[in-house]
């Protein structure tokens, strides 16, 4: 028998400094991409109303809520940012019982919502709710009488796989600034996310052993990243988002980027880049037809992020996108030389499409000298700009003094 529950998020909209309107979109779009993500088929899931979404499991007499934990807490960054303040909480409790009960449980207000969570009796019949807490276990609602939380938790813990631990750390997100040699000026920044309890950073920048093991995921926290950052900054600089190549054109996956680019507001798309990595030697055209078809919408540019020196640059057509950017491999220092080399040979095949080369996960002096001597535009990497906590697209910056320190050793160095 298949488990069906009732998913709802219990935000006010009066919190954030938004319409009605525009809040409960954000709200239904960032619930959509996260289910998107993480509700992996063959479960599935659909919105019966901006906060409130039916969940579904063919294969469990009982929903596994170990991924929903996330939910509340990421929701309440991304709409509030970090804050101590209670009365911003985010919940999201479950209703599971019959469909006329769920139904009934969807259309409550605000109101009838908080007396159903303190009696019992204001919930609809049928059915049962609880709470969904940070690490993913179920807290019933309202708690038994007579029981202390820490019983009722147990009561309730997801059986299928252990929770997450109860102190998991917010995800790390930063931003890497793109250097233009030409004018010793940081023109962009690439967006990256980490789980905090992550051991490797993820980033686009810092080469092979620092790419996320789970593609969307990584791309989908760092649409939710960028979201903060627009807020933040107000800078005419792109923002480069990163996009996995195989996992956007694969059909099983496509709906679901699509879902988590729609939170993206097409209002910032002058100031959104896609930074779309792991791309073959030799993308074909209906490739790059279906690339443009799905991001056109949201960005202004598209970069493509090869390992591939030889990438056929002469099989595009001129500015079918905006950059290539060879990632530099991870192997001795002479041997990506020679990897560079090769790269830089090619820079009249790029002037001629009219798309720009550039270069990342630069790693060494000698890659630096070596990317500017050819005049190569573009570079990037930890001998560039280390992570930072807010965009450096905008900022000049002497070339002698690269890299740019990351900003815990900018405060290590202020400390010493």
């Known amino acids: 028998m298949s488990a069906l529950a009732c998913l709802r998020v219990v935000v006010r909209s009066e919190q954030a400094n938004l319409s009605e309107a525009m809040f409960s979109a954000l709200v239904a779009k960032f619930t959509s991409a ?6 992996s088929w063959p479960r599935k899931f659909s919105a019966l109303n901006p906060y409130a979404f039916l969940l579904s499991d063919p294969t469990a007499s009982e929903l596994d809520t170990a991924e929903l934990g996330r939910l509340s807490a990421e929701l309440h960054a991304h709409l509030f940012g970090v804050t101590d303040d209670e009365s911003a909480k985010v919940i999201v409790l479950l209703f599971e019982g019959e469909d006329a009960a769920m139904a009934k449980f969807a259309e409550l207000s605000d109101g009838e919502l908080e007396r159903a969570m303190v009696e019992p009796a204001a919930a609809p019949e049928g059915g049962r709710l609880s709470r969904i807490a940070i690490d993913g276990t179920r807290l019933q609602v309202p708690p038994p009488e007579g029981s202390n939380p820490a019983e009722a938790e147990d ?32 023109v962009g920044d690439v967006i990256s ?38 807020a933040e900054s107000q800078a005419d600089t792109p923002l480069y988002l990163p996009v996995s190549f195989s996992t956007l054109l694969r059909p099983s996956t496509r709906a679901a980027y699509a879902e988590i680019l729609s939170i993206l507001p097409h209002s910032e798309r002058r100031r959104l880049s896609a930074a779309v990595y792991d791309v073959p030697r030799a993308p074909s055209f209906q490739a790059l037809k279906q690339l443009h078809s799905a991001l056109d919408e949201h960005f202004s540019a598209i970069d493509l992020r090869t390992r591939d020196p030889a990438f056929e640059i002469e099989q595009l057509n001129p500015e079918a996108v905006t950059s290539v950017t060879l990632v530099l491999p991870q192997a001795e220092p002479e041997r990506r030389l020679i990897v560079l080399r090769r790269f830089l040979s090619k820079i009249d095949a790029y002037k001629r499409r009219r798309i720009w080369p550039a270069l990342t996960n630069v790693r060494h002096q000698r890659e630096l000298d070596l990317a500017l001597e050819a005049r190569l535009p573009f570079v990037t990497g930890p001998a560039v700009c280390r992570l930072q906590s807010k965009p450096m697209g905008g900022r000049s910056w002497p070339v002698d003094q690269l890299p740019v320190p990351s900003m815990a050793e900018t405060l290590q160095k202020a400390s010493a």
């Open 34 to 39: 996260f289910l998107e993500v993480r509700w």
């Open 155 to 186: 009561e309730v813990r997801p059986r299928r796989r252990p929770a997450p631990p109860r102190d998991r750390e917010p995800n790390v997100e930063g931003l890497q600034g793109i250097y233009y040699a030409a004018r010793q000026i940081f």
């Open 193 to 230: 996310s980490t789980p905090g309890e992550s051991r490797t950073r993820y980033s686009l920048v810092d080469g092979e052993e620092h790419l996320p093991p789970e593609a969307a995921a990584f791309d989908a926290d760092c649409v939710i990243a960028a979201m903060a950052f627009l």
